[in-house]
């Protein structure tokens, strides 16, 4: 599956493409503050053993940090078309 390149899509796409991103993003930041409140509430107040929302919140962070490389390939097109 090949790539889509950010100069195919018009203007409109590329807004829409990045008000998703954004909501992605922020719902996954939230996603692994309530992983890591959850862990860190098992930690003092329960089995200090259980660790298995360690990785939900790692994989969260890391699609987080690629939706957010992505979203700056977004800004920088938007930018250079709003300059022409």
Not at 15 to 35: D, E, G, H, N, W
Request: proline content about 1%.
């Amino acid at each position: 599956m090949a790539k889509d390149k950010l100069t195919d899509f018009t203007t409109d796409q590329l807004k829409k493409r990045k008000r998703t991103t954004s909501i992605l993003i922020i719902l996954l930041i939230v996603a692994t503050l309530l992983s890591l409140s959850a862990l860190l509430y098992d930690t003092i107040w329960g089995n200090a053993t259980e660790t298995y929302l360690v990785a939900p919140a790692g994989m969260c962070i890391l699609i987080a940090i690629l939706l957010s490389q992505g979203l700056k390939k977004i800004n920088k097109e938007l930018a250079e078309r709003e300059d022409k």
